[in-house]
Nanobody, 124 residues
Framework: QVQLVESGGGLVQAGGSLRLSCAAS????????MGWFRQAPGKEREFVAT????????AYADSVKGRFTISRDNAKNTVYLQMNSLKPEDTAVYYC?????????????????WGQGTQVTVSS
C-alpha cells in the first residue's frame, strides 16, 4: 500500500514559479514509477510528467517541456515538480501518482495509487 500527499500548490502570477512535492509512504516507493497529472475545470485529467525508479529517465507533456522539471529523492520518499514560467493555462489541480512498475509512463491507467491533489492557480 502506498499513500501519497501532495503539497506546494498555491496562487502565483504568470511567469512565476512553484515547486510541488509529493511525499510517499510505503516500502515500494524507490522502485516505483512516479507521475504528475493535472485536471483543469471542465477538462479531463492529463499527463504532465513522469520519472522512472532511479530518476534517470523522464518524460514530459509537450505543453510543459522546457518549463517543468520532475525529480525524486528516494531517500526522502518524495517526488517533486518544479514549475517555472507558469502560464494561466497551467491552472489545475495537480495529482501525483505511483505505479507498480519501475519505468516511466504517460498513461494514467498504469498508476494504481493517487494523491488527493493540490491546487495551482496562475493569474494573468
Amino acid at each position: 500500500q502506498v499513500q501519497l500527499v501532495e503539497s506546494g500548490g498555491g496562487l502565483v502570477q504568470a511567469g512565476g514559479s512553484l515547486r510541488l512535492s509529493c511525499a510517499a509512504s510505503g516500502r515500494t516507493f524507490s522502485s516505483s514509477a512516479m507521475g504528475w497529472f493535472r485536471q483543469a475545470p471542465g477538462k479531463e485529467r492529463e499527463f504532465v510528467a513522469t520519472i522512472n525508479w532511479s530518476g534517470g529517465s523522464t518524460a514530459y507533456a509537450d505543453s510543459v517541456k522546457g518549463r517543468f522539471t520532475i525529480s525524486r529523492d528516494n531517500a526522502k520518499n518524495t517526488v517533486y515538480l518544479q514549475m517555472n514560467s507558469l502560464k494561466p493555462e497551467d491552472t489545475a489541480v495537480y495529482y501525483c501518482a505511483a505505479g507498480p512498475y519501475s519505468g516511466y509512463y504517460r498513461d494514467s491507467g498504469v498508476y494504481n495509487y493517487w494523491g488527493q491533489g493540490t491546487q495551482v492557480t496562475v493569474s494573468s
